[in-house]
Structure formats: structure tokens, C-alpha cells
Nanobody, 114 residues
Framework: QVQLVESGGGLVQAGGSLRLSCAAS????????MGWYRQAPGKQRELVAV???????NYADSVKGRFIISRDNAKNSVYLQMNSLKPEDTAVYYC????????WGQGTQVTVSS
């Protein structure tokens, strides 16, 4: 089992920045993919950004150039630096860990006011 604990959500004005953090614990395999998904009210959960343990990353088109994903393998942690936030970025953000199966964090609310 893998446990994920997120932090860093909150309320910010449009154009502002937030940084999300997620720490994984439990049965961590050294080669894995961690990342962030989000779910807005009435919408399906969607990928925001993911990064492998060797540093390969992938972003949703809607966040490219504004969000930066990074990780610290020694701390089993992943981060999401969110800049130039827009009201449409408002959602619950979920940390993810994938090795053979997907694990999810509890989610953290990000609200961007116009």
C-alpha cells in the first residue's frame, strides 16, 4: 500500500501562484510515476502533470507554460508550482502515484477568484 498526503491548496486571485506538495509513504518502488490530477465540479478528473522517477514529465495543454512539476526522490515527494492561475484552474487537485496500480491522495482544494 502507498499513502499520499497533499498540502498547499487555498484561495488565490487570478494571476497569482500556489505550490502544491505531496509526500508518499509505504511500499514505495524506486521506479514510479507521480503526478497531479484535478476535478472541477460537474467534470471528470483530468491529468494536470505527471513525472517519472527519472524526471520525464508530461503536461496537459491547458497548463503548459504556467505549471511546473518536480520531484524529490529522496523524500518520495512531488510538487506542482502553479503560476498565472486562472479561474478555470479552480478544482480539487489530487496527488497520484503509479506503480502497477494507481494510488490517490485525499485531494486539496484550489480556488482562483477573478
Amino acid at each position: 500500500q502507498v499513502q499520499l498526503v497533499e498540502s498547499g491548496g487555498g484561495l488565490v486571485q487570478a494571476g497569482g501562484s500556489l505550490r502544491l506538495s505531496c509526500a508518499a509513504s509505504g511500499n514505495i518502488f524506486r521506479f514510479n510515476t507521480m503526478g497531479w490530477y484535478r476535478q472541477a465540479p460537474g467534470k471528470q478528473r483530468e491529468l494536470v502533470a505527471v513525472i517519472t522517477s527519472v524526471g520525464t514529465s508530461n503536461y496537459a495543454d491547458s497548463v503548459k507554460g504556467r505549471f511546473i512539476i518536480s520531484r524529490d526522490n529522496a523524500k518520495n515527494s512531488v510538487y506542482l508550482q502553479m503560476n498565472s492561475l486562472k479561474p478555470e484552474d479552480t478544482a480539487v487537485y489530487y496527488c497520484s502515484y503509479y506503480y502497477r496500480q494507481m494510488y490517490w491522495g485525499q485531494g486539496t482544494q484550489v480556488t482562483v477568484s477573478s
